[in-house]
Each structure stands twice: as C-alpha cells, then as structure tokens.
C-alpha cells in the first residue's frame, strides 16, 4: 500500500529536549515536505526537500532542521523545542514533476505538545 | 500575509443542501489550483484539482468553479452528505526551478447535519 508514515503519532515534551519526528514514503517520490498546521493557520510548508541531500527552507523555517540523507526518509529535527512549536505536524511526499501528477500524499500527523 | 484567502472559516449546511466554500488569490504566477479533505485525525488528501485554463472541474459532486479575471475558485459539494464534514483545504500552486511550491489557505470546517 502506498503511504506516508510519521513517528511518533503523538508526542509530549518540555522546552528544550531535542527530538526527532521521522517520517517514511514507499511511493520512490523524490519530492518531500513538512508542514505545520495551526488553528486559523492552515498549512505551512516548514522545509522541503527535492533530492537526496536537496533540502530547503518553507515559509516557517525557524527551529527546525531537516536531513534527507535516503530518498524514503525524511526526519524533522528540533534541537530546542519551545512551547510555540507545540503544534500538529505533517509529512508530505510528491511524484517527480514532469510526470503530470501533482498529488501531495500526507501522513497521518504528528501531534506536538511542547511544556 | 496570506497569499490564499478562505472563506468562511466554519460552515454548517443541512443534509442535500449545496456546500460552498470561496478562495481568491493574489498572485498570477500561481498555475494549479488544488483542494485537499481532511477528516479528523488524518492527513489531507487530494480531492480536486484545477488549472487556470479551465473555468470548471466536476468530478461527481465535488466542482471547482475557477475565475481567472476575479482571481477567485470555489468549492461546490452537491447533494452534501454527513460523510462530506471534514476540513476543507483551498491551496494554489507555482511551478518554478522544477519544483511546485504549494500554499495553503485556512481551512474551512464543513458540517453537514442530518
């Protein structure tokens, strides 16, 4: 079955613990991103990556980090959390453009409580 | 600054009545016009998508209504049925350097009552 997976699911912390949400895709889609969703916010793109070593910053960029060092697996990586990160957290992958298909496929989330 | 706007943020609609949700956009450069679902405790998926060089999309009774001049698409759910509540994502799409940059709006939150 092609899907996303995120890990974990749900997550609670306290400022300043790092941690690392991983995230998997069997699609072979090179194209990955993360996104944060807040209430009255909609989606934000944090980083995405086009490749294997190809990572770059979104539109909310501060705080996190990313590594795409194998094309199925894209971590995000926060070194300091800190209460306004407490947020839910999604994965996304996408086909190579040039295919016609433009289809982003979501994990499941990752909910964040950061204390 | 939001680059998509989306209204209304909520929206309640009686079984078998018509759903409308409304996005405008600023940007010209932006060339694809998706809607994501997003039901509770998952991840959004791809509904319907449009590109700006058609006015409309029907794929059962889901229609993406798309104004070019004004800027502005809409989201029609005919026939709407308690399975439609989800949230309901508006997104727009530019295509530079290889890669489709993708930008949300807020998200509208669709009941549909019995």
């Known amino acids: 079955e092609a899907q996303v997976t995120q890990n974990p699911r749900y997550l609670i912390t306290v400022t300043g613990k790092k941690l690392t949400v991983t995230c998997s895709q069997n699609m072979n889609h090179e194209y990955m991103s993360w996104y944060r969703q807040d209430p009255g916010l909609g989606l934000r793109q944090i980083y995405y990556?086009?490749?294997?070593?190809?990572?770059d910053k979104g539109d909310v960029p501060e705080g996190y980090k990313v590594s795409r060092k194998e094309k199925r697996n894209f971590p995000l990586i926060l070194e300091s959390p800190s209460p306004n990160q407490t947020s839910l957290y999604f994965c996304?992958?996408?086909?190579?453009?040039?295919?016609?298909?433009?289809?982003?496929?979501f994990g499941p989330g990752t909910r964040l409580t950061v204390t | 600054q939001q680059q998509v706007k989306q209204s209304p943020q909520s929206l309640i609609v009686q079984k078998g009545g018509i759903s409308i949700i409304n996005c405008a956009y600023e940007n010209t450069a932006f060339d694809y016009f998706p809607w994501y679902q997003q039901f509770p405790g998952k991840g959004p998926a791809l509904l319907i998508a449009?590109?700006?060089?058609?006015s409309e999309k029907k794929e059962g009774r889901f229609t993406i209504s798309f104004n070019k001049s004004a800027k502005q698409f809409s989201l029609h759910i005919m026939d709407s049925q308690p399975g439609d509540s989800a949230t309901y994502f508006c997104?727009?799409?530019?295509?530079?350097?290889?890669?489709?940059?993708?930008?949300f709006g807020i998200g509208t939150k669709l009941q549909v009552i019995p």
């Open positions: 990556s086009m490749n294997v070593e190809v990572t």
């Open positions: 996304a992958s996408r086909a190579t453009p040039g295919t016609g298909r433009y289809e982003q496929y």
């Open positions: 449009i590109r700006p060089d058609v």
């Open positions: 997104a727009a799409g530019i295509t530079s350097g290889g890669y489709q940059k993708v930008t």
